[in-house]
């Protein structure tokens, strides 16, 4: 009867053992899934963190551009127009690296910059064509108008980057 009982209590033992085995690896199985998640929403945090920070940096890349359109306009109404084309040369590769360097932007962003790129190009070579021939230069009111255009988009792009980084 002694006997018995001992290996009784030794299966029940052995059954509580392995149920305790079973609940102990599901129990792991459930943290190990709950660490994985939260390694996965840490990642995406830092994906998110790294996208903001460059949405940032384009922003302020773009306010430098924007300060060289206003010191373009300024040396333009001094008549200073033997400085003139290498802001606007200037300006364009701001852009241009802006473009390049900020995969984070639209589409439409990048449009945008494209456009702005295109008319600083077409701005310079008139600028360009008229100090050749020492005349015909083109008219500074003109010109200063379509860079307050230009640097309206830019500085609208800038500030919309900006915003999308605080929210």
């Not at 127009?81 to 200037?90: A, G, H, I, L």
């Not at 473009?99 to 984070?104: G, I, V, Y």
């Not at 050749?132 to 919309?160: F, G, H």
Request: with cysteine; net charge positive.
């Amino acid at each position: 009867m002694y006997e018995l009982s001992l290996n009784t209590i030794g299966n029940f033992a052995s059954v509580i053992g392995a149920i305790l085995t079973v609940l102990g690896f599901g129990f792991t199985l459930f943290k190990i899934k709950k660490v994985r998640n939260a390694a996965e929403s840490a990642r995406q945090a830092a994906i998110e963190t790294c996208r903001s920070i460059r949405r940032f940096d384009a922003s302020v890349e773009l306010a430098s551009v924007v300060e060289t359109i206003d010191e373009i306009k300024r040396l333009q109404r001094e008549n200073s127009w033997k400085v003139v084309p290498d802001r606007y040369s200037t300006a364009r590769k701001k852009l241009i690296m802006i473009k390049l360097h900020h995969p984070d932007l639209s589409n439409q962003h990048k449009r945008i910059i494209q456009s702005v790129i295109q008319h600083l190009e077409n701005m310079e070579s008139d600028i360009e064509k008229g100090l050749a021939k020492e005349e015909n230069l083109p008219s500074v009111a003109n010109l200063n108008i379509l860079l307050s255009e230009q640097r309206d988009k830019i500085w609208e792009l800038a500030t919309e980057l900006r915003i999308k980084t605080i929210v």
